[in-house]
């Protein structure tokens, strides 16, 4: 395997374990306005993720900087020619970060209801706009003999992308979903499987429309297998979210983002960026990659922190793994 094949690959592992962690954390955001009843439920549900969240978002900084770093050509094209919704995503992670941490400084119902309303609209718009960009990078984006970005915003938004970004808000609603039945007791919990349910049922069948889209106009024989374990594991989740078995339902719900995640890397390789104005135009991982040198000392750094930070941040997740409800958030003063 090429050095550059190997980055690709591993660079795909980060932008899908972030989806796989910060999916539930967009999950539980939105659901703050769709599952939670009061302020109480609404702050149980942040603090399942309290502990984590900022944790996850480094999967994104990672991803985004080994992307610069291993195919610079590819980062250029990506957060240049996809300027406005990235910068959209990112503003959203700022305001959903201060929220997390101003919401309860002050007790007004006012301060608290504002912090809310952009916890649930900082992680909604995210959550879509992730699924738009990927959905237009594995499909293909007008990209001229230079390497630029030739298009404009209008044709980010095609049907398919559009899909794409709707199938990934729906996914990771009822990813968090699953995890705050599993993170949580009493009625609330109840509800999140009920909740579960539906947006599970929902996501199956954009599921059934978006992969079977992307495998006809851009799938091959490496995708077929990821798209096949996406549904299964997808469906498999919803019974076992039947039968409250959580732990498991959650596993299976990450499957299926981590399969559908998958399926896309896999469906555009060994482009890293198709263009749609001329194949020939395409950035590939051999013309779009760093210098060998650069590779191997990425790979060097790579593999001595990579298994630090993962150790790390499952200890985080064990000391964290309690479950919580309405009778452990105090009264407010």
């Not at 406005?84 to 209801?113: D, S, T």
């Not at 039945?181 to 059934?208: E, P, S």
Request: charged letters at 15%.
């Amino acid at each position: 395997m090429h050095l550059h094949d190997f980055w690709f690959l591993l660079i795909a592992v980060l932008w899908t374990g972030y989806f796989f962690l910060e999916g539930f954390d967009f999950g539980i955001g939105v659901l703050t306005k769709t599952l939670a009843k009061d302020r109480t439920e609404r702050r149980v549900l942040i603090n399942t993720i309290g502990p984590v969240w900022d944790g996850n978002e480094v999967w994104l900084i990672t991803a985004a900087g080994a992307t610069f770093a291993a195919f610079p050509d590819w980062y250029a094209t990506l957060f240049s020619g996809f300027y406005l919704p990235l910068l959209a995503v990112l503003l959203c992670l700022i305001v959903r970060g201060v929220a997390f941490e101003y919401r309860h400084k002050r007790n007004e119902e006012r301060w608290q209801r504002s912090w809310e309303n952009a916890i649930f609209w900082c992680s909604l718009l995210p959550a879509f706009l992730w699924g738009v960009a990927f959905a237009n990078m594995v499909r293909g984006v007008p990209i001229g003999p230079d390497k630029n970005f030739t298009g404009g915003v209008l044709d980010l938004l095609s049907p398919y992308a559009l899909l794409g970004g709707l199938f990934t808000l729906v996914l990771f609603t009822f990813h968090g979903a699953v995890f705050a039945a599993l993170k949580t007791v009493g009625d609330i919990r109840h509800r999140a499987r009920a909740h579960a349910a539906r947006y599970g049922l929902a996501a199956a069948a954009l599921a059934a429309a978006f992969l079977a889209w992307t495998q006809a106009e851009s799938g091959n024989g490496r995708s077929l297998p990821a798209a096949v374990v996406a549904v299964v594991a997808l469906l498999a989740a919803l019974a076992l979210n039947r039968t409250g078995r959580e732990g498991w339902a959650f596993a299976l719900s990450g499957v299926t983002v981590v399969a559908v995640f998958a399926m896309v890397f896999l469906a555009l390789f060994p482009d890293v960026m198709p263009s749609s104005s001329d194949p020939a135009w395409s950035l590939t991982v051999s013309d779009a990659s760093s210098s060998p040198y650069t590779l191997r000392i990425m790979t060097w750094v790579a593999g001595f922190m990579t298994p630090v930070i993962v150790g790390y941040q499952a200890w985080t997740y064990w000391v964290f793994r309690k479950r919580i409800g309405t009778q452990h958030i105090p009264a407010a003063h």
